[in-house]
């Protein structure tokens, strides 16, 4: 069965629908200038909802060690961080000695073969995702709705588990893991009515569609 994660969610009753159809993981965005984004308090507090029921995670862009570091802190209930942009080796040193359980996502926007990360980088960190490059007035760097070509990803090994994203819906899903190989899939805006607002049939249709084997 292939994996499913549903991101940018914001209320309780949503992440019933998700986890009810079958998701097996959820992200919560903390990233100002999203229609999803969500104060670390309510973060805390649908991930302590969600519990032993999904994985759930933080997304964030471009964080500094600071609320890196806070969020390993104050909110015991999120299981990882999915980190949008460049970490260096020191900032995860730093936030896995305060909590050495807390997973490291590292999301790569890509579009070329050369744009995938070596084998030794994606080491690091404990999962990767692929999403889409934003385009140039895209004001945000993911959950833009935009999908790449999955092609890209054909005969890709990683050493660590990963995620493919990027404008993903309940109509595409099939075609791009099977054109990528993916088995664990993505999404946030293919599943709203409008940026920021998640639709019940789409949640399920996608999960339907993609845990189809
Ligand atoms: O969703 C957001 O607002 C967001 C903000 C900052 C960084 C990442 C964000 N979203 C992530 O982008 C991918 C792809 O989303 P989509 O399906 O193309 O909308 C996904 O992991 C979102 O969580």
Request: proline share 5%; hydrophobic share 45%.
């Amino acid at each position: 069965m292939n994996t499913v994660k549903i991101c940018g969610l914001k209320q309780e009753a949503m992440i019933e629908t998700a986890i009810d159809a079958g998701a097996d993981h959820v992200g919560f965005v903390h990233f100002p200038k999203s229609p999803r984004h969500l104060e670390l308090a309510r973060i805390e507090e649908l991930a302590h909802f969600v519990g032993k029921k999904a994985f759930s995670w933080v997304v964030l862009a471009k964080p500094s060690v600071e609320l890196l570091l806070k969020i390993a802190q104050d909110l015991p209930s999120v299981a990882g961080i999915q980190v949008h942009g460049a970490l260096d080796a020191d900032m995860l040193a730093q936030v896995r000695a305060v909590r050495h359980d807390l997973k490291i996502m590292r999301a790569y926007s890509v579009s070329l073969t050369g744009d995938l990360p070596t084998q030794e980088e994606m080491r690091c960190y404990d999962y990767v995702l692929f999403d889409a490059k934003p385009k140039a007035d895209d004001k945000l760097p993911g959950g833009n709705g935009t999908r790449f070509n999955w092609e890209i990803m054909q005969g890709f090994r990683a050493p660590v588990p990963w995620f493919l994203a990027g404008g993903l819906d309940a109509e595409n899903v099939q075609i791009a893991i099977s054109q990528s190989g993916a088995k664990m899939v993505d999404v946030s805006s293919g599943v709203e009515a409008q940026p920021g607002v998640k639709d019940e049939k789409k949640v399920e249709a996608f999960i339907k569609a993609a845990r189809f084997e």
